[in-house]
């Protein structure tokens, strides 16, 4: 889940298969500690536009905005997030258990935004280490 002005990874949860209560779990511990955005961008899977998914976002004050279906383009930053993911993660590696492969895309999120750098902020990674 890419944040699209910071240009940060905030966090990419792993399960066999998710419904709109994983997206809820993955979600909370990130409002608690980063504050309520003014809106979520999305796609149109079943995880994100199930009623109480979008019901917990109005009632929380977020406005949830979905893209237009087979229009990727409208969500273009979390697009080429997933195919960068892809690509250097999960394509390159065999993962055995769901534990395995969280471990090491968040290895790999903590590389994308706090080593390596992005175009769109001249070059400098979203989070700098220091």
């Not at 993911?85 to 394509?91: D, K, S």
């Not at 065999?94 to 769109?120: D, E, G, M, S």
Request: proline share 8%; glycine share 4%.
């Amino acid at each position: 889940m890419p944040d699209e002005y910071t240009r940060e990874a905030l966090c990419v949860a792993v399960k066999p298969k998710m419904n709109s209560a994983d997206v809820l779990d993955a979600l909370y511990p990130l409002l608690l500690q980063r504050g309520k955005p003014e809106y979520i961008r999305s796609d149109n899977g079943s995880e994100f536009i199930a009623t109480a998914l979008q019901d917990w976002l109005r009632k929380v004050g977020i406005k949830p905005i979905k893209i237009y279906p087979g229009s990727p383009w409208e969500n273009g930053y979390n697009e080429r997030f997933n195919g960068t993911l892809r690509r250097e993660v999960l394509n390159a590696e065999c993962f055995h258990t769901t534990k395995q492969a969280q471990i090491v895309i968040n290895t790999w999120l903590r590389q994308y935004t706090r080593v390596r750098p992005h175009q769109a902020l001249n070059m400098r990674p979203p989070v700098p280490e220091s």
